[in-house]
């Protein structure tokens, strides 16, 4: 089951070797659909026994516990992980930070520091995710949307220095778009792959509970040639179940 | 006609004038952009090498990615840079535009110091300006040889500085004697109007990517518009319009097609993809929206309800009352929400006017409508 590649996968890239390397992933999603689970889906393939990868997770939504309980489910024991050092959990619900441009910048330098510790012990792949951009904004810069964006270039730096991946979660309805309507474009222009998760259009259902687009934007390669996913955009639906997720194209059957 | 580009761009400007300067447009629907600088970059860089330029030499500035990946692009198309480079110079306002970091990370390129130069300080522009005429003259020296400069993308420095001041660190550049033609990119989603058309004000070319489907609502539906494009993303229009100096404007368009290896160019092929592209613009569904010709065909064949069968005659059911055309009094149209109101006429006592509710309901029309199909 671990080894078999979904739509999400293939939308992604994995059915390539490391496609995330260096690329920065935008979830948004909304009220009525929420993303979280692409991001518990990432955090098992990152932290799959088939890889060697590690995750630095900085949590600002909530506890330990709540991760653990649901990527046992999925698989994935969660406390083994952060044992072996694959995992790297910064509770930021425990954190203080100060809310201006230093304490953003104190808590890249942060990230940074991790970043280097690991990157000194492995070669492999390094992904940061953060859960989510909103609270950030609210905890670590007091709702200064030029600092978390600002906080979102130095990261980039990170994933093409130190050739990290960076996975965030944000929600797109909870911005006024008549107040700023550049921030979740800006957000969106950093990205280059965006999933974006939203209800159906015909509404609640029992057996589709909505669809994902993912855009792939790429980049300038050296592979050149090969069958990438630079500029693929897809839409397919999905299902939640108790220990995965189904995805399937509109009118198809489930696979 | 991206190579026109190119060669304003190489050939500079004339002595006594502002240099030539290009802004490259994007949206969030068509973020390709970098892909028309490299393209640019790698063109500028082949012609200096070869002699070719009016310049001798390159500055880039970069915000939006780091420096090794454009020396990285430039090494896959053939292009070396390595430390003893003289004809190139690239100010790194990527890895730390705010001073967060005290010291470089590992990952940063040390080789060549003079060729990569760090700077800290992107929101100080005077020291910007200091900085880029500083790394051009390295290059050339300080008479009358003159160098290009690339900016990848000024959105980030339009984040940090004011309008006015960027303008203003655009057209001193412009106007120094040692710059020999200019370009910059700009995401047009991210900032109001009257910043793009700042930039237009001050450019003499501006290049536009557009998505094949684009949409008339404006920035508000950028991220739709996005979503939108589908499978036609990776492909637009590619407009290019040249202010000439006696003051005519000339605009040439042509197709672009982005993949692993860059942007390529093409002429702007036959009607058929207007039509493809106004084909994604139907929402997506799980039911058809549109007819097949079949269907179109059939649809035709039918015949309507009496009322619809548009003879250019009117329709007049005889139902033993008096007729349409004798019940219209001088009494004027009625809106169709009214209420019947039964007047009594003051002079001649019992008369009943009745106002239908709206002015085309057919006299029997509390009869089962279905009676009058032909079926």
């Given at each position: 089951m671990d080894r078999s590649v979904n739509l999400l996968d293939l939308a992604l890239g994995l059915d390539e070797p490391s496609p995330l390397r260096g690329k920065v992933v935008l979830i948004e999603d909304c009220v009525e659909t929420s993303g979280s689970f692409v991001l518990h889906q990432m955090m098992k393939r990152v932290l799959s026994p088939h890889s060697s990868d590690s995750l630095i997770f900085l949590a600002f939504a909530r506890p330990f516990s709540h991760y653990d309980r649901v990527l046992r489910k999925l698989g994935c024991n969660l406390s083994t992980q952060k044992t072996n050092n694959r995992l790297v959990f910064v509770d930021m619900l425990m954190m203080k930070c100060s809310d201006n441009e230093s304490g953003v910048a104190k808590l890249f330098r942060e990230i940074q520091g991790t970043v280097g510790k690991l990157r000194s012990v492995t070669n492999s792949n390094i992904t940061v995710m953060v859960d989510d951009m909103s609270l950030l904004e609210i905890a670590a810069t007091n709702s200064n949307s030029d600092h978390v964006l600002d906080f979102l270039h130095y990261c980039h730096t990170l994933t093409s220095e130190s050739n990290c991946s960076l996975v965030t979660l944000n929600h797109?309805?909870?911005?006024?778009s008549m107040e700023r309507p550049a921030y979740l474009l800006q957000m969106v222009c950093l990205a280059d792959i965006v999933i974006k998760a939203e209800p159906l259009a015909s509404g609640l259902a029992n057996d589709v509970h909505g669809q994902l687009t993912v855009v792939n934007k790429g980049m300038i390669s050296s592979k050149s040639g090969k069958g990438s996913s630079r500029n693929k955009l897809q839409n397919f639906q999905f299902r939640i179940k108790e220990n995965g997720i189904e995805y399937f194209y509109p009118g198809c059957s489930r696979n | 006609m991206a190579d026109s580009i190119f060669r304003k761009l190489r050939d500079?400007?004339?002595?006594?004038e502002l240099a030539p300067a290009l802004t490259i447009e994007e949206t969030v629907a068509s973020p390709f952009a970098l892909d028309v600088s490299c393209y640019l970059l790698a063109n500028l860089s082949s012609s200096i090498l070869a002699g070719k330029s009016k310049s001798e030499g390159l500055v880039l500035v970069t915000f939006s990615r780091s420096p090794s990946f454009y020396l990285q692009f430039l090494k896959q198309k053939g292009i070396f840079v390595s430390s003893s480079s003289k004809w190139i110079r690239v100010l790194d306002c990527y890895t730390d535009p705010l001073g967060w970091i005290d010291q470089p990370s590992p990952?940063?390129?040390?080789?060549g110091s003079s060729l990569i130069k760090l700077h800290k300080?992107?929101?100080d522009l005077k020291r910007l300006f200091s900085s880029i005429i500083e790394a051009g003259r390295e290059m050339v020296g300080d008479g009358k040889t003159r160098f290009s400069v690339a900016i990848d993308s000024v959105n980030e420095l339009l984040r940090h500085s004011s309008m006015p001041l960027v303008s203003g660190l655009l057209t001193d550049l412009r106007s120094h004697a040692q710059v020999s033609s200019l370009f910059w990119s700009l995401n047009t989603d991210l900032h109001q109007e009257k910043v793009t058309n700042a930039l237009e004000y001050i450019s003499t070319m501006k290049a536009n990517l557009e998505p094949f489907c684009p949409s008339s609502d404006g920035k508000r539906n950028a991220l739709e518009n996005l979503f939108l494009v589908h499978q036609d993303f990776g492909k637009g229009r590619f407009h290019i319009r040249f202010k000439l100096r006696k003051g005519r404007v000339r605009v040439m368009s042509e197709e672009y097609h982005v993949d692993q290896t860059g942007i390529n160019f093409s002429p702007i092929s036959s009607v058929e993809t207007i039509i493809a592209a106004t084909k994604s613009l139907i929402p997506k569904v799980h039911f058809n929206l549109q007819l097949s010709e079949k269907e179109r065909v059939e649809k035709e064949k039918v015949v309507l309800p009496f009322e619809h069968q548009d003879h250019g005659k009117s329709t007049e059911i005889y139902d033993g009352r008096r007729t349409l055309a004798d019940g219209k009094t001088e009494a004027t149209p009625l809106s169709s929400g009214e209420l019947q109101a039964d007047v009594v006429s003051s002079g001649k006592g019992g008369e009943i006017i009745y106002f239908r509710d709206s002015d085309d309901e057919h006299p029997d029309s509390d009869e089962d409508p279905d009676d009058d199909l032909d079926i």
């Open positions: 797109e309805d909870i911005y006024s | 500079g400007g004339e002595e006594g990952g940063v390129i040390t080789e300080c992107v929101s």
